[in-house]
């Protein structure tokens, strides 16, 4: 893709594109036409030729040759070409993923002045999108201006989505604003636009206000939303949707049925996800997939295990997706052994080469198990050069088992690899605090504050009634909420009667027991269960954190299960744990 990128801006810059700044008052350039049609000119080189056969000489041109020597071709040949001919070709090499190739038959339609008609833009500027060519998309656009195209529905839906993928949701939607007409692909095309922005509360939005205007959704529409519901957590509206698509009775295709399967799953409901996969008629690897790493992600590794057995016997044939969600199975659950056969299979067996992030399983695996003389060895017989993941995670190890000097290699690498990351910093930190190193953890405090460096704070959410409720790590009596101080009070007391004891030991510094504490009980996910257990009377609470759960409020919330009597599901960045009764599903291995 590089090299098609280096080519296509060769030739955007040698065969006519300018990127023009869209505004109502501005007139744009455009190539004088001559009265005489292009296919009637004279030019002393034109020969006769059928279009199959051009065809096929201009692929073999710009395979070999790449841009260049290709556009003579289309002077060379021009009596046999027409805008026919000019869409018939772009459509093939968008759709065949050979997106440089499209854009430069446009870039020759315009320097021929054979104009585009409706039927050209929806492709191009697929593969624009494709291209992340934000500056020829809005030329293109220009162009679509120019000749009149304004309302055409399928070349400004082709242009949402088109600013949607180029990072430019922003456009995109005032784009969308602007239109005179929509159809349900045009509604798809923006909730796709916020979806790749990661702006999935603005696409959740989209959906609500598509589903006012009176459009019917379709399934694709279902699957973009119900992806929006999977990286928000929010199991109400996901369910909701589910709803409405049984009540609407839409298809529940493979891809319905496995955006469902995906939804479910990362809002911690298993349960529901497996009953949306047993009433599929039709699944294909990403659905046995997603089921896969549903159950890992949920603590469920054996059942995770049992269904890549029954897809084997199934005959379908695993794929790297499927192994990285058995791997990781395997390193929530501790399976050591189960990992080394699986990750062994993977290559003798199915003949798949294992990429960073298997290698990063089996680093995380053998490293929480212990093994890390093993897990150094898999390291230096990498044929990739490891990453910073690779070095996070063994670094994570090194502190769970006190290995000091090699968390101290490990840091070295990371600070080759991500000087700027505040993670590093902090873990290198908790491993010098578990041996009360506090000259160290001083040092690693002022490189930090010498670098301008900071760690991500810590936010969790709560959804209680179709509204989320979001927490930062701080205390609450000075953001004025003494309501939620007061139930973190009472909390700490009820659960140490209860056997709760404050694992002050991760403090990243050297001050007294009672400040530890202190810091300990503002965690974001307390000020979340909290809220939770103030605010809500369902018997499960769902909190979402973006950093990996600390002991201190793993402990917390598995005693606040069995003293409140909540089902308390916390979904951290790295997995779910479903807490009950006093226990967690992962067994305290995490």
């Given at each position: 893709m590089k090299a098609s990128l280096k080519t296509f801006t060769q030739f955007s810059s040698t065969y006519?594109?300018?990127?023009?700044?869209?505004?109502?008052?501005?007139?744009?350039?455009?190539?004088?036409?001559p009265a005489q049609s292009h296919m009637n000119r004279k030019v002393a080189c034109d020969k006769p030729i059928d279009q199959f056969s051009l065809m096929?000489?201009?692929?073999?041109?710009?395979?070999?040759?790449?841009?260049?020597?290709?556009?003579?071709?289309?002077?060379?040949?021009?009596?046999?070409?027409?805008?026919?001919?000019?869409?018939?070709?772009?459509?093939?090499?968008?759709?065949?993923?050979?997106?440089?190739?499209?854009?430069?038959?446009?870039?020759?339609?315009r320097k021929l002045n054979i104009l585009p008609d409706s039927s050209t833009f929806p492709s191009v500027l697929k593969s624009v999108a494709q291209l992340?060519?934000?500056?020829?998309?809005?030329?293109?656009?220009?162009?679509?201006?120019?000749?009149?195209?304004?309302?055409?529905?399928?070349?400004?839906?082709?242009?949402?989505?088109?600013?949607?993928?180029?990072?430019?949701?922003?456009?995109?939607?005032?784009?969308?604003?602007?239109?005179?007409?929509?159809?349900?692909?045009?509604?798809?095309?923006?909730i796709t636009s916020y979806t790749?922005?990661?702006?999935?509360?603005?696409?959740?939005?989209?959906?609500?206000?598509?589903l006012a205007s009176g459009v019917k959704p379709g399934e694709v529409t279902m699957v973009g939303v119900l992806s929006a519901c999977s990286h928000l957590g929010t199991l109400s509206q996901g369910r909701w949707i589910h709803d409405y698509i049984v009540k609407n009775r839409l298809r529940v295709n493979v891809y319905v049925g496995t955006a469902l399967i995906d939804m479910y799953?990362?809002?911690?409901?298993?349960?529901?996800?497996?009953?949306?996969?047993?009433?599929?008629?039709?699944?294909?690897?990403?659905?046995?997939?997603?089921?896969?790493?549903?159950?890992?992600?949920?603590?469920?590794?054996?059942?995770?295990?049992?269904?890549?057995?029954?897809?084997?016997?199934?005959?379908?044939?695993?794929?790297?997706?499927?192994?990285?969600?058995?791997?990781?199975?395997?390193?929530?659950?501790?399976?050591?052994?189960?990992?080394?056969?699986?990750?062994?299979?993977?290559?003798n067996q199915f003949g798949l080469q294992p990429k960073i992030v298997h290698y990063g399983c089996m680093i995380d695996l053998l490293g929480r198990g212990g093994f890390l003389d093993e897990a150094m060895e898999i390291i230096h017989s990498m044929k990739l050069k490891p990453d910073a993941i690779i070095w996070r995670t063994l670094l994570g190890a090194c502190r769970f088992h006190g290995r000091e000097e090699l968390g101290e290699f490990a840091f070295c690498k990371l600070l080759e690899l991500e000087p700027t990351?505040?993670?590093?910093?902090?873990?290198?930190?908790?491993?010098?605090?578990?041996?009360?190193?506090?000259?160290?953890?001083?040092?690693?405090?002022?490189?930090?504050?010498?670098?301008?460096?900071?760690?991500?704070?810590?936010?969790?959410?709560?959804?209680i009634e179709n509204a989320v409720y979001e927490f930062k790590a701080s205390d609450p009596l000075k953001t004025g909420n003494e309501e939620i101080h007061k139930m973190l009070q009472d909390m700490k007391n009820q659960l140490k009667l209860a056997g709760y004891v404050p694992e002050t030991e991760i403090a990243l510094y050297d001050i007294n027991e009672e400040e530890k504490e202190h810091n300990l009980i503002y965690h974001s996910e307390k000020l979340a269960l909290a809220f939770g257990l103030l605010h809500s009377s369902d018997p499960t609470l769902r909190i979402m954190k973006n950093l990996?759960?600390?002991?201190?409020c793993h402990q917390f919330f598995k005693l606040a299960s069995a003293v409140y009597k909540r089902n308390i599901v916390v979904r951290d960045i790295k997995r779910f744990h479903h807490f009950s009764g006093g226990l967690c599903s992962c067994k305290d291995y995490w």
């Open positions: 006519g594109f300018r990127a023009y700044t869209i505004s109502a008052s501005v007139d744009f350039p455009m190539r004088e036409i096929k000489l201009i692929d073999s041109s710009i395979s070999s040759n790449e841009f260049a020597p290709t556009s003579l071709l289309f002077h060379e040949f021009s009596r046999s070409i027409d805008v026919n001919f000019c869409n018939t070709l772009i459509r093939r090499y968008t759709d065949s993923k050979n997106h440089s190739r499209a854009v430069f038959v446009y870039t020759q339609m992340c060519c934000g500056e020829v998309g809005k030329s293109i656009h220009c162009n679509a201006i120019q000749l009149g195209f304004t309302s055409d529905v399928y070349s400004n839906t082709a242009l949402v989505y088109m600013y949607g993928i180029c990072g430019q949701p922003d456009d995109a939607h005032q784009l969308f604003d602007e239109i005179p007409e929509r159809n349900v692909v045009t509604w798809n095309s923006l790749h922005n990661r702006m999935f509360r603005e696409a959740i939005d989209v959906f609500r206000e598509m799953a990362k809002c911690g409901d298993i349960d529901e996800a497996k009953k949306v996969f047993e009433t599929m008629g039709l699944k294909n690897i990403y659905t046995w997939n997603v089921l896969i790493s549903a159950y890992a992600m949920n603590g469920q590794g054996e059942a995770a295990l049992q269904t890549f057995d029954r897809m084997i016997v199934e005959d379908l044939k695993p794929d790297h997706v499927t192994f990285l969600g058995v791997l990781c199975a395997c390193c929530h659950q501790g399976f050591v052994e189960e990992g080394r056969r699986l990750f062994s299979s993977m290559i990351n505040g993670e590093n910093y902090v873990l290198i930190s908790n491993v010098h605090t578990q041996k009360k190193k506090w000259t160290e953890v001083g040092e690693v405090r002022e490189l930090m504050d010498s670098g301008g460096i900071k760690k991500i704070p810590g936010c969790s959410s709560i959804e990996r759960i600390c002991q201190d």
